[in-house]
Nanobody
Framework: QVQLVESGGGLVQAGGSLRLSCAVS????????MGWFRQAPGKGREFVAA????????TYANSVKGRFTISRDNAKNTAYLQMNSLRPEDTAVYFC??????????????????WGQGTQVTVSS
């Protein structure tokens, strides 16, 4: 079966950086577009960033544009989210997701077929 495993979360001070990784197994990684989402306590899951199967197309939520960068390495079956200039409001559980059917990048949670278990990111002020 398809498995997505996130890593790289942790506690960081405001202004700091973290790099999240999402390792995918069980299906051809290069056939999928990938997305990152986050969920803060008491809130719904929100879109953060997405990347096409080739990496040529990316899209970001306005709240992270210019601070976060999504990328992928198809040879390593891994997607990344580089997070710079972190803010306390970035505190959330971050999830990666894979989309194998349909079009390219998407901001909708319902377009993704597989999800990781999430990794906690906490930004202190």
């Amino acid at each position: 079966q398809v498995q997505l495993v996130e890593s790289g979360g942790g506690l960081v001070q405001a202004g700091g950086s973290l790099r999240l990784s999402c390792a995918v197994s069980g299906r051809t990684f290069s056939s999928s577009s990938m997305g990152w989402f986050r969920q803060a306590p008491g809130k719904g899951r929100e879109f953060v960033a997405a990347i096409s199967w080739s990496g040529s197309t990316t899209t970001y939520a306005n709240s992270v544009k210019g601070r976060f960068t999504i990328s992928r390495d198809n040879a390593k079956n891994t997607a990344y989210l580089q997070m710079n200039s972190l803010r306390p409001e970035d505190t959330a559980v971050y999830f990666c997701a894979a989309r194998y059917y349909g079009g390219s990048v998407s901001r909708a949670t319902t377009d993704y077929n597989y999800w990781g278990q999430g990794t906690q990111v906490t930004v202190s002020s």
